[in-house]
Every structure is written in C-alpha cells, then in structure tokens.
C-alpha cells in the first residue's frame, strides 16, 4: 500500500529479509536485525520521520 499510493522511502527492519517478496523499488531500504539488538534497532530508527512497528510471536502450545 505505500510504495502505490504515496511517495515515501520505506525501511524495512526485519529479522529474515530472505522472506520478503516482490520488493522491487528503490524506495526501500531493508535491514536485517533483531529487535532485542536496541544498539542495531537505534541506528536503523535513526532519521526516520514515522516507526510503525509489528511484533509477531509464535508459541506452539505442543
């Protein structure tokens, strides 16, 4: 939804860039990393206008 309808640069921060599909634009920039790493999470927040973050957990109750 964002890259087609506005014109904003994206930064993807995520744990497993390999997952990501059909990002082609140079208007995304992805960085690998985990979200318990706060030095490696400050610097990729670092600049960026808006943070819109989603955690997603996993529990197998087996």
């Given at each position: 939804?964002?890259l087609?309808e ?6 993807l921060y995520?744990?497993n ?11 995304v ?23 819109f ?8 109750p087996?």
């Amino acid at each position: 939804m964002f890259l087609k309808e506005t014109d904003v640069q994206l930064t993807l921060y995520l744990r497993n860039s390999r997952r990501l599909r059909n990002i082609d634009s140079d208007r995304v920039r992805v960085i690998e990393g985990d979200v318990m790493d706060i030095e490696n999470l400050k610097e990729a927040m670092n600049g960026q206008d808006v943070d819109f973050t989603i955690f997603l957990t996993f529990c197998n109750p087996f």
